[in-house]
C-alpha cells in the first residue's frame, strides 16, 4: 500500500534531478542546479502554473502553417485535465511520463494532468526513446507518445514496460500501417488522440488495440461537435471557453459523439477537376511499402504543380530512391489499388524531410525549393 509521502508529490523529477515544488514557485532563485534552455522554459511554466497563473500563452505545432499564438484560459486547461484524468482513472500515487515537448500542447498539458490530478511527474527532454532516459527499474502509469517515439521505444525491446502502464496515448501525426500492428501486440490499451492547441490537447480518442480497436473517433464526455459547410469538424466545450472552434479536418459524423477523421481540408488535391484526399492515399502507400517488404520510410502525398491536371497526386519519400525494380512494383500495386486520379503519378525522393519544432512532419517546408512538374502520366 503506498504511504501518503508517495500519494501527495511534492517535488518531480526532470531530466534525473529533483526539483520541490515549493522551490520552484520560487524559481529562478532558489534553483540549485545550472539549467539549460528546455528545463528553464518547463521550470518556468511550472513555477507560473503552481503560482495561480490564470492565462497561458501556447503557440500552434505550425504542421499546416505559420505557427500562431494563442491564449489559453486557466480553467481551459483545468477542465482539459480534469476530463482525461477522470477518463483514465488517474488520480493520487500514479506516475506519469513526460516526453513530449513541453513548449507545446500535448507535453504542457501532461505538466497539467500531473500537477491537478496530483501525480508523480517524471520530465524528460524530448528524444526519439525516451526510456534512455530514465532508470531501468522506473516504472509509469501513463504516458504520451508521437509515433516516432513509440516506434523506438518498441524496436529498444521496452514493451513490457509499456504493458505495466494503465494506458498510454499517441499523437501528433499519423500512426502507420507498420507501427499499427506492433501496437496491436500490446497489452496495455493503447488510444490515438484527436485535438488541437485550441481545444487544450486531445478531446477525442481512438482505441488502436485490444479486442475492439476503431476507425472512429469517440469525443469526451461534455465535448459537442457537428460539421460546418465544408463537411469540417466544430467543436464547442469548455475546453474552448464555450466558444465554437471550426476546424481544416473533414470528417464522417457517425453520431452526436463518433466520427471518422477524412483528412485536412487543406491537403485535398485538385487533380484534373477530381478532388482527392491526400491522407487517403498515403495510407494506401504505406500499406504497400510494408507487404512489399521494403524499407521503412516516412512518406506523405500532396499536389504537385502541373500545366495540364491543375495538380498532380505526388508521393514523397523520404530517403535514398529504391531501385528500379522495386519502384515499379511499388507503382503496379498502387494502381491495382486506387482510381486512376488517386494513384501517385510521380515519386520523389528527399533525403530527409523538415519537421517543426514540436516535432511534426512539415509538408509546405519539405516541399520548398522542389521543381514544378512537367510531364504527368496519362
Known amino acids: ?41 518547463v521550470l518556468d511554466f511550472c513555477r507560473q502554473w503552481l503560482n495561480g497563473t490564470q492565462d497561458v ?33 488517474l488520480g493520487p500515487g500514479d506516475r506519469m511520463l513526460v516526453c513530449l515537448n513541453c513548449e507545446f500542447v500535448g507535453g504542457m498539458m501532461m505538466l497539467v494532468r500531473g500537477f491537478e490530478r496530483r501525480m508523480h511527474l517524471t520530465i524528460v ?14 516504472e509509469f502509469t501513463f504516458a504520451s507518445f ?13 514493451a513490457l514496460r509499456l504493458n505495466q502502464m494503465k494506458a498510454i496515448l499517441v499523437g501528433g501525426a499519423a500512426v502507420d500501417s507498420g507501427l499499427a500492428k506492433q501496437i496491436r501486440q500490446l497489452t496495455v490499451p493503447v488510444y490515438l488522440t484527436y485535438g488541437m492547441t485550441e481545444t487544450a490537447s486531445h478531446i477525442a480518442l481512438r482505441r ?30 469548455d475546453v474552448t ?23 485536412r481540408a487543406d491537403f485535398v488535391i485538385n487533380s484534373g477537376g477530381v478532388k482527392v484526399q491526400a491522407e487517403k492515399v498515403e495510407q494506401v502507400l504505406e500499406v504497400a511499402l510494408m507487404e512489399l517488404e521494403l524499407p521503412s520510410r516516412r512518406v506523405f502525398v500532396a499536389g504537385r504543380p502541373d500545366a495540364r491536371l491543375g495538380e498532380q497526386v505526388t508521393a514523397y519519400l523520404e530517403g535514398e530512391p529504391l531501385p528500379e525494380e522495386q519502384q515499379q512494383q ?21 533525403g530527409e524531410f523538415r519537421t517543426t519544432d514540436s516535432g511534426k512532419l512539415n509538408r509546405r517546408a519539405t516541399l520548398q525549393g522542389l521543381p514544378a512538374s512537367t510531364e504527368t502520366e496519362e
Open 330 to 350: 511499388l507503382l503496379s500495386l498502387l494502381r491495382k489499388r486506387l482510381g486512376k486520379y488517386e494513384r501517385p503519378r510521380e515519386l520523389v525522393y528527399i
Open 1 to 41: 500500500m503506498a504511504s501518503s509521502s508517495d500519494l501527495l508529490p511534492d517535488s518531480l523529477l526532470l531530466n534525473g534531478r529533483e526539483f520541490r515544488y515549493a522551490d520552484m514557485q520560487q524559481y529562478p532563485g532558489t534553483t540549485p542546479f545550472e539549467l539549460n534552455g528546455y528545463e528553464a522554459k
Open 146 to 158: 508521437v509515433p516516432l517515439q513509440l516506434r523506438a521505444v518498441l524496436a529498444a525491446g521496452h
Open 57 to 89: 500563452a501556447l503557440h500552434t505545432s505550425g504542421s499546416t502553417g505559420q505557427p500562431q499564438p494563442v491564449l489559453m484560459k486557466r480553467h481551459q486547461l483545468e477542465a482539459s485535465a480534469r476530463r482525461t484524468g477522470d477518463y483514465f482513472d
Open 208 to 237: 488502436l488495440n485490444g479486442s475492439k480497436p476503431t476507425t472512429a473517433y469517440r469525443v469526451l464526455p461534455g465535448i459537442h461537435i457537428d460539421q460546418d459547410a465544408r463537411g469540417c469538424l466544430t467543436v464547442r466545450a
Open 241 to 263: 471557453d464555450d466558444q465554437l472552434i471550426s476546424t481544416n479536418d473533414r470528417v464522417k459524423l457517425l453520431d452526436a459523439h463518433t466520427f471518422e477523421w477524412l483528412g
Open 125 to 138: 527532454e524530448p528524444q526519439a526513446d525516451p526510456f534512455a532516459l530514465v532508470p531501468a527499474e522506473a
